[in-house]
């Protein structure tokens, strides 16, 4: 069998951020609007700390106002949600962002449930939460949507394929699970509890890997042909003591296998800030009666 195509991430990010800075620069000139994005980091987790800085930069890349709101990791948990309440009535602000993981001493519910669901370009809000699985107008987490636009330019039609999904995570799997159930997917959710992992996994036509464990996903996992897009973001040392980036997929056999298949990184990795964006523009035009922009990154 022919090697796979590779998904190219990164060329589909940058459609769609090209899309967004369009819309931008048409509510700028016909509505005098200039979008924002609001992103609050609490500590120095290194990781959230460069998710942040490449926030900030894509949002200049695009004509996006950035605002950025550091708080020391012992904050006040008063604190924390004295300023959410603030961003919600801030007129500039379009969308709130609030960088996990909060420390411990912190309730990610209860912060995440004060921001405004208008300003809630994560999609985490229950009330978002909730109108995703109504199949009404919502904010759409950002890397499920970025999955379901890759694999969107693999298939015209994602009706009747069985879709399996490895992972759970209410960031990724259930919010996943919701778009595809809309897309007329037949969609099993499968997990650390799940029997026979391997046989559930064999007999999907798309296969989402979003297990947070590096190279699970072999190559006898996969049925032939299959559409794997790989969520994961696993830093691992390599022989040669270098730390290097892998997914959740042994690519390097899968792609011998699959019909299509998402690299780490390069993959769903860039779509995530681009769905950040297009939801931060999505937020501004709803927030105002505006019809939502044509964002397509096909």
């Not at 000139?29 to 900030?56: C, E, F, W």
């Not at 919502?138 to 069985?162: F, R, W």
């Not at 999904?165 to 799940?194: E, N, Q, Y």
Request: one cysteine or more; proline letters at 6%.
């Amino acid at each position: 069998m022919a090697e796979a195509i590779v998904i190219d991430g990164q060329g589909v990010a940058a459609r769609l951020r090209n899309g967004v800075a369009a819309s931008v620069a048409e509510l700028r000139a016909a509505h005098g609007i200039a979008p924002g994005l609001a992103a609050i980091i609490v500590g120095d987790d290194p990781a959230s700390q460069i998710y942040v800085r490449n926030k900030a930069r894509a949002c200049a890349a695009v004509g996006l106002a950035s605002f950025e709101h550091r708080l020391a990791a012992d904050v006040a948990m008063a604190e924390v949600m004295a300023l959410v309440e603030q961003l919600n009535r801030d007129e500039r602000v379009d969308g709130i962002l609030v960088q996990l993981p909060l420390p411990a001493t912190l309730d990610p519910r209860l912060v995440i449930g004060a921001i405004d669901p208008r300003k809630d370009v994560d999609g985490f809000h229950p009330l978002n939460v909730g109108w995703l699985w109504s199949r009404e107008p919502s904010l759409v987490p950002c890397t499920p949507q970025g999955c379901l636009i890759l694999l969107k330019t693999v298939h015209d039609d994602l009706a009747g394929l069985e879709a399996v999904i490895l992972g759970r995570s209410h960031i990724v799997g259930r919010p996943l699970a919701a778009l595809l159930v809309a897309a007329d997917c037949t969609v099993t959710i499968a997990h650390s509890k799940s029997r026979d992992v391997k046989g559930i996994c064999r007999r999907a036509d798309i296969l989402i890997a979003a297990s947070g464990q590096p190279a699970m996903i072999e190559a006898g996992w996969i049925k032939p042909g299959a559409t794997v897009i790989d969520v994961g973001t696993n830093r691992v040392i390599g022989p040669d003591g270098a730390v290097r980036l892998v997914g959740d997929v042994d690519f390097s056999r899968a792609r011998h296998v699959a019909g299509a298949i998402t690299p780490v990184p390069g993959g769903v990795g860039p779509m995530t800030i681009a769905c950040l964006l297009r939801n931060t523009v999505i937020a501004a035009c709803r927030r105002r009666g505006l019809p939502n922009p044509d964002l397509s990154a096909r």
